[in-house]
Every structure is written in structure tokens, then in C-alpha cells.
Nanobody, 122 residues
Framework: QVQLVESGGGLVQAGGSLRLSCAAS????????MGWFRQAPGKEREFVAA????????YYADSVKGRFTISRDNAKNTVYLQMNSLKPEDTAVYYC???????????????WGQGTQVTVSS
């Protein structure tokens, strides 16, 4: 059974940093993408970042490029999202996901974590 467990969310002031973690288990992740999405209240879920498990290519939404960094630790089957220079508009529930389809769209992922809340105060 595939499981994704996020951690690291919290409350931070604008300009601050947080690092989210996503611990994965239950499948061989070398053939799958890992992605981070977020959903703010009243808004649709949106793509944040993705990394190919094999090769390590990374992709970012324009809104976070230059501020967020996605990385992975293969030995720990864990993906990280380092978030710097946080803004109030980054406030959302952040979800990690794994899949073999399009890295940008939610339908490209077949397993999702439970989400972790990130709140950025102004």
C-alpha cells in the first residue's frame, strides 16, 4: 500500500522559511514523479513543484520559481520542499503526490498525502 506522509507545515511570518517533507512508502519510486500541490481556501488546487525520481529533473510554478526548491533523498524515500521568502499568498494546504503521468496536472498522480497547513502572516 502506497503511503505519503507530509510534515513541516506551520505558521511563519512573511519573508520567513519552512521546509516540508514527504515520506513515501509502498512502491519503487525510481519510475515515478513526485509533486507538490497546494490549495488555498476557496481556490482550486494548483501545481507548485515536481521532481522526477530518476534523474532529478525539477519543475516549478512561475509563482514560486526562485523561492522554492524541491529535492529528494533516495535513501530515505523522502521529498522535500524548501520554501523561502514566503508570502501571505503562499498560505494553503500543501499536498505531496506520486505518479507517472503529467507532472503538472493533478490527474498525473495516483497517490496523495493528507496535506499539511502552511500559513504565512503579513
Amino acid at each position: 500500500q502506497v503511503q505519503l506522509v507530509e510534515s513541516g507545515g506551520g505558521l511563519v511570518q512573511a519573508g520567513g522559511s519552512l521546509r516540508l517533507s514527504c515520506a513515501a512508502s509502498g512502491r519503487t519510486f525510481s519510475s515515478y514523479n513526485m509533486g507538490w500541490f497546494r490549495q488555498a481556501p476557496g481556490k482550486e488546487r494548483e501545481f507548485v513543484a515536481a521532481i522526477r525520481w530518476s534523474g532529478g529533473n525539477t519543475y516549478y510554478a512561475d509563482s514560486v520559481k526562485g523561492r522554492f526548491t524541491i529535492s529528494r533523498d533516495n535513501a530515505k524515500n523522502t521529498v522535500y520542499l524548501q520554501m523561502n521568502s514566503l508570502k501571505p499568498e503562499d498560505t494553503a494546504v500543501y499536498y505531496c503526490a506520486t505518479g507517472s503521468g503529467s507532472y503538472y496536472y493533478g490527474y498525473g498522480y495516483d497517490y496523495w498525502g493528507q496535506g499539511t497547513q502552511v500559513t504565512v502572516s503579513s
